[in-house]
């Protein structure tokens, strides 16, 4: 049997299992599963004005960070249906106490995320609870509380089952990342938006902007306007306020933005502003290791880097720097002989050199792992370490001393359509690491969709549902986990098609990535 028509009968039958666990008492469709849930067995239905209210609260909300994900909170449940029943006799949940308890709503790096949610069976007036050390603990609440819910057909109102509910819940790991890639392929403003809103609804916490690349540069750098001549077209740039508005759009759902500009490799759109940061006009890439002038560029960039994206880390990229360019330039080759230098170390000068630069302007800085293969015990002692290219370098980076994120390409590159969303669930960020101080130095892990055959139209269902599969991995605590990814198939299948309703191009699970479905069907089979 194929590896689809397999998937298929197992959703089927996950399917069949799922209609007769829910007769006997219902499975907790929530994504990704929260650290603790207990339950009744009451129904209650949602008012169609549903309340917030903030009693007991340190947090004034004077950004409307909170009010505004409410708001969202409240459609996402309503699903653009007619709330149109009546209420009369039924059990109604007026509103929801949201108590946080700190007053600050700046959206730090390792920010407690934690959050308690109760849901009563009994009282007058019925409120649910949430309370959270901050507004964004709360709004991982508000994002498990709509999962509760659900459209009733027949009453035409919003159902609620299984109260009384309490769930306590917080994340295993501070950085839960999705990598776009914008200089591969344009992104509208407004996908990656979409991207985020999705993001928010799986607990993800990091935006990986890739933006730039030897393809393309769309970012218009106010130091160096030249650099966005190297865009693919006039119209396929953003501005620095787009940068702006996306960086604040993120921080409002929770979501940071990390921004990335990958030197000295993977540099050639740059020299099409500015031509003497190549080499030559024949071998465009690394940028010039010779020249101050490169240098200056990398310092206004991230100089204006630093009034946008406010997050504590700065992604500099570093990884298949081919060095070739740098010998067979005669102008540079003397440089290095100058300087003493082979194709090495002037490699390990640029990376070095770059990470001055940018923690002289108040970031910490990621590299990808071949920074750390080529040359560890030189990386800046806070370096975070990137790792892509495969299993064991987690374990030798944190043995180190160094921080690591994790995003091994076998099993977390989407745009490896033949990943399938079970390795996505299945892959460990602390394989072989049984040290808990070691274990402490792994922030975390990324899903990365790189863009050379993804754009606009497809994105979406790219990224999800296997992106989800992950982000349970690095959410849930580890023995919530299911050893078998096999046994959370219904209740991803469930997550996909919430995706689906609330406008989420989510792929089938059957199938490799981005499957298109095999046959009619149920969303819940595909």
Not at 368 to 379: A, H, P, Q, S, V
Not at 461 to 488: D, F, G, S, Y
Request: include cysteine; charged fraction near 20%; glycine fraction near 8%.
């Amino acid at each position: 049997m194929k590896a689809p028509a397999l998937m298929r009968l197992v959703l089927a039958l996950a399917v069949v299992g799922c209609c007769a666990a829910r007769q006997a008492g219902g499975r907790v469709d929530l994504w990704p599963m929260p650290a603790s849930v207990s339950r009744g067995a009451r129904t209650l239905y949602v008012a169609r004005d549903l309340k917030l209210t903030t009693a007991g609260a340190g947090y004034k909300d004077g950004k409307a960070i909170l009010a505004d994900a409410f708001r969202r909170m409240v459609a996402a449940i309503q699903l653009d249906h007619a709330i149109n029943g009546s209420y009369d006799g039924l059990p109604v949940l007026a509103g929801v106490n949201v108590a946080v308890r700190s007053p600050d709503d700046e959206l730090k790096f390792g920010v407690d995320e934690s959050y308690r949610l109760t849901v009563p069976s009994t009282g007058s007036p019925l409120y649910a609870r949430i309370e959270a050390q901050t507004v964004y603990g709360a709004l991982h609440a508000l994002e498990t509380f709509s999962q509760l819910c659900y459209f009733d057909f027949i009453l035409s109102v919003t159902g609620l089952h299984w109260a009384p509910w309490t769930i306590v819940d917080k994340p295993r790991f501070p950085y839960r990342g999705l990598l776009i890639d914008t200089a591969r392929h344009y992104l509208p403003v407004p996908v990656i938006k979409s991207v985020i809103d999705s993001m928010a609804y799986s607990k993800l916490n990091v935006l990986h902007w890739h933006i730039v690349d030897e393809q393309s540069f769309p970012l218009e750098i106010p130091s160096y306007p030249k650099l966005s001549n190297g865009a693919y077209s006039y119209s396929e740039k953003y501005t620095i306020n787009d940068a702006i508005d996306i960086v604040q759009y993120a921080e409002r759902r929770g979501v940071n933005v990390l921004a990335e500009i990958d030197v000295p490799g993977h540099a050639g759109s740059w020299g099409v502003g500015y031509p003497s940061l190549w080499p030559s006009a024949t071998c465009q890439q690394p940028l010039d290791v010779s020249s101050e002038f490169t240098f200056k560029v990398i310092d206004g960039i991230l100089s204006d880097f630093s009034k946008v994206f406010k997050f504590k880390f700065v992604h500099l990229g570093g990884d298949e720097v081919d060095t070739s360019c740098w010998t067979t330039t005669p102008r540079i080759k003397s440089w290095l002989v100058q300087h003493g230098m082979n194709e090495s170390d002037a490699y390990r000068y640029f990376v070095l050199r770059a990470q001055k630069i940018a923690i002289s302007h108040g970031y910490e800085v990621i590299n990808w792992e071949e920074t750390f293969n080529n040359f560890g015990d030189k990386l800046d002692r806070k370096t975070v370490v990137h790792n892509w290219l495969g299993g064991g370098v987690a374990e030798k980076v944190v043995s180190a001393g160094l921080r690591c994120i994790v995003s091994n390409q076998d099993k977390w590159y989407l745009d490896h359509l033949d990943a399938t969303w079970e390795g996505f669930y299945m892959n460990e960020p602390l394989t072989n690491i049984y040290n808990p101080e070691q274990q402490k130095l792994i922030l975390g892990g990324e899903v990365c969709m790189w863009g050379e055959h993804i754009d606009a139209s497809d994105i979406q269902q790219t990224i999800w549902p296997r992106a989800a599969a992950a982000a349970e991995r690095l959410w849930t605590p580890v023995e919530r986990l299911a050893k078998n990814p096999t046994a959370v198939t219904a209740r991803l299948a469930h997550f996909r098609c919430l995706l689906n309703e609330r406008g989420v191009a989510a792929a089938p699970l059957a199938g490799y990535g981005r499957t298109a479905p095999s046959e009619p069907g149920s969303c819940m089979r595909q």
